[in-house]
């Protein structure tokens, strides 16, 4: 067999654009033979799949599951081109597939990517498979994994394609020692909350927003009242006023509860915990909407684009 050297195997991922292994393993079948591993990778899709990686993902489906124990769950969003692909069977499948996956790894997207599925494949090979075989660039956009060790992790799931999958997921974490079906009930509450408050929450507490968006709302609200002709030290006193109004839309624990305006989520909290006889914390929460913050704009033609070129509509 021909020595398959690192400089071999970056021609072919220069000429093919598939990744480094997919690329050995393709010398290795063809005994270092460029054309014919050039031929092997189109004939597995794998060059095809590497062409759309520049095309524009914000759609597709999040998925999220709980571990058996109710104590570990997890979100994940993974993105296609069109929304037609949510529908697909196989699509959701992998979708569910990738969240079951997620749930045994303690890592970023990268970890997951390369942690294996049921059937052996990496989930990253999963995903170019599907892009060879669907027609459409696909990636792993973003993942979360909450965990507790005494509680109960919950998951509500909105507009749902199917089981497990939807188009907005989210995950709240509570630490307590009480009954935990009392726990995952209270939970998924205040996950319907953050999926269904026309605020959503940017923090769980006041100490844990962003400085930067922090920073920038102070500034909208400075400009807000020196435009309204108030004196320096006035117009600075109702900032702060303001501000502290601001924070209490978009801080979880301060927001009030959409199925009892009158109680916030902290009151929530302190009265279930009465009830249990110990007290319940909220540790995390993860809300996943599909498509949030990605620039549909970039990475080229879309596919309903492509379609229209090759029927001559556009």
């Not at 690192?6 to 063809?30: F, I």
């Not at 990517?113 to 494949?121: I, M, V």
Request: glycine share 8%; hydrophobic share 45%; net charge negative.
């Amino acid at each position: 067999m021909a020595e398959i050297t690192a400089s071999l195997v970056k021609e072919l991922r220069e000429k093919s654009g598939v990744g480094m292994m997919d690329c050995k393993r393709a010398l290795q079948e063809n005994n270092g033979d460029l054309e014919a591993s050039m031929d092997w990778l189109r004939t597995k899709g794998l060059a095809k799949a590497a062409k759309k990686a520049d095309r524009a993902a914000a759609e597709g489906l999040v998925a999220g599951m709980v571990s058996s124990d109710g104590k570990t769950g997890v979100a994940i969003e993974l993105n296609a081109e069109t929304d037609f692909v949510s529908k697909n069977a196989t699509f959701q499948e992998a979708a569910r597939e990738i969240a079951r996956v997620s749930l045994n790894v303690d890592g970023d997207v990268d970890a997951i990517s390369a942690a294996k599925t049921a059937k052996g494949e990496s989930v990253a090979e999963m995903i170019t498979n599907m892009i060879a075989t669907i027609g459409e660039n696909m990636r792993l956009r973003r993942s979360a994994r909450l965990t507790v060790s005494e509680g109960a992790v919950a998951l509500y799931l909105h507009n749902k394609e199917a089981d497990d999958v939807g188009k907005l997921a989210v995950l709240v974490a509570l630490e307590g020692a009480g009954d935990q079906a009392v726990l995952k009930d209270l939970g998924r509450k205040i996950a319907m909350h953050v999926a269904g408050t026309p605020t959503p929450p940017l923090a769980l507490t006041t100490d844990e927003l962003d400085p930067a968006v922090v920073t920038k709302e102070r500034e909208i609200q400075t400009l807000t009242a020196m435009e309204s002709g108030k004196p320096r030290e006035i117009a600075e006193k109702m900032v702060e006023g303001r501000i502290r109004k601001w924070q209490e839309e978009v801080v979880l624990l301060k927001q009030p509860f959409v199925m009892n305006p009158d109680q916030t989520i902290e009151q929530l909290l302190a009265d279930t915990g009465k009830q249990l006889g110990s007290p319940i914390a909220v540790k995390a929460f993860v809300r996943f909407a599909l498509g949030e913050g990605v620039d549909k704009g970039t990475g080229g033609d879309d596919f309903a684009t492509e379609v229209a070129k090759l029927s001559g509509q556009a």
